[in-house]
């Protein structure tokens, strides 16, 4: 059954990181609600009878990250001066072919977009990671998250222009 | 000012309509200026989460604490890990698609028994190939390095090509053990995704057969006296593009 487990579900170990890292607050919580999910798959892995163990694992780390006092919520809850929001450490970003000048960038680049996507309300901002990041249909994302596929287009769609109205504000100022 | 179609549009960005959907939606833009900048949009944010969103992987020491909570063992400790930029390659071919429910969705053509078996290996290859250090023994992006990589390690000369130019990228090959022999491994990457296509000879359907297994989608077809299985989490549709490229390639 572990053999089953690993083969099945730990390929998808990095998008369940993924995940809980743009809901959680600090890199700590992160891992506990990924252990903790991780625990909750293989005590329901038996019953597990679907086609997808990424969309299951990932709705998991989901249900589990929301009932964390980790959970970032987002435009209230964020954006405190000095808060640790799950911006990228450097050495897990830089590609060690670039000069430090682009690598530079580049983790600026990735520290701002953290930032905001941090910023969005929870309901938005795993819509968002789970269509653009995780590259997933609307059918599984709205399993991920529990509501129908309506509210998930809609809410995908104020997500898009939240953010772009965030990223032109900072870009103008 | 915002069109009510909006989400249509969006859902055809994001790929979600069928073929009349989708030209319904397309030839709605070109009347609607509205929804022709909204398209500009999220091509804009698309383009910009691709390239600066984090992707964050599981830390090392994460996985091995779930490895020893579930107590598995496994040689990956013991690997070398294998370069920096390719490691990079697994890990995100590991976070990313696997389409499942687009394969749930394709017609499963009869595929034997005996290939059923070959697909559970074959696939657990796959599975296996994105654990640390096991991806590629050759690592070069040149099919002329990686041919002649093979010479002496196999008893045949697999077809080795490049399709770079078709967004497939060239990774590197591997000597792998299915079907009760050595066979070769070609790995190729697609965006953020891996490939693996697995050679050996062998005279079956020169007909692509498409099948999933636990959420990896599968191609098999024989050409030239080779059999071949294209593995990935790549969406079906993807993947069957692959093997149509591969296949037209010379």
């Known amino acids: ?173 | 000012m915002e069109c009510e179609n909006i989400l249509l549009v969006q859902a055809e960005f994001d790929g979600e309509l069928d073929a009349a959907e989708a030209l319904r939606a397309a030839q709605h833009r070109q009347t609607c200026a509205a929804c022709r900048d909204a398209y500009a949009q999220l091509s804009a944010t698309h383009a910009l989460l691709r390239e600066s969103a984090p992707r964050h992987q599981a830390p090392e020491s994460l996985r091995r604490a779930i490895r020893a909570g579930l107590n598995v063992t496994r040689d990956a400790a013991t690997a070398t890990p294998p370069p920096r930029t390719l490691r990079r390659w697994w890990r995100d071919s590991a976070s990313f698609g696997l389409g499942a429910a687009l394969a749930a969705s394709i017609a499963l053509f009869a595929i034997n028994p005996a290939q059923q078996s070959i697909l559970d290996q074959v696939v657990a290859s796959h599975v296996r190939a994105l654990q640390p250090g096991h991806l590629e023994d050759v690592i070069s992006t040149d099919q002329h390095t990686v041919k002649p990589w093979f010479d002496g390690r196999i008893d045949f000369a697999p077809p080795v090509k490049d399709l770079a130019a078709k967004q497939f990228p060239l990774l590197g090959g591997r000597l792998d053990y299915l079907n009760d022999r050595p066979v070769a491994a070609l790995i190729y990457g697609s965006d953020k995704h891996l490939i693996n296509l697995y050679v050996w000879p062998g005279s079956g359907e020169p007909l692509p057969k498409t099948a999933a297994r636990n959420g990896y989608n599968t191609v098999h077809w024989s050409e030239n006296g080779m059999d071949f299985w294209a593995v990935s989490d790549l969406e079906a549709a993807k993947l069957n593009a692959f093997v149509r490229d591969w296949r037209a390639a010379g």
């Open chain 1, 1 to 173: 059954m572990s053999a089953e487990f690993e083969a099945v579900v730990l390929p998808h170990l990095d998008a369940a990181y993924n995940l809980a890292r743009y809901l959680t607050r600090n890199p700590t919580d992160v891992e506990d609600v990924v252990q903790e999910a991780v625990l909750r798959a293989v005590t329901y892995f038996g019953s597990f009878r679907g086609a997808n163990p990424r969309a299951w694992l990932l709705q998991i780390v989901r249900n589990t990250a929301y009932a964390s006092r980790a959970l970032v919520r987002g435009a209230v809850t964020v954006g405190l001066p000095g808060e640790e929001t799950g911006a990228p450490t450097a050495p897990e970003l830089i590609d060690h072919g670039d000069n430090p000048e682009m690598a530079l960038r580049k983790h600026e680049d990735h520290a701002r977009l953290a930032r905001l996507l941090a910023a969005l309300p929870v309901e938005l901002r795993e819509t968002l990671v789970l269509r653009e990041i995780e590259e997933l249909s609307y059918k599984e994302i709205a399993e991920i998250t529990q509501a129908p596929i309506g509210t998930v287009m809609s809410r995908l769609w104020r997500a898009r222009r939240l953010l772009a109205a965030a990223v032109q504000a900072e870009e103008g100022r």
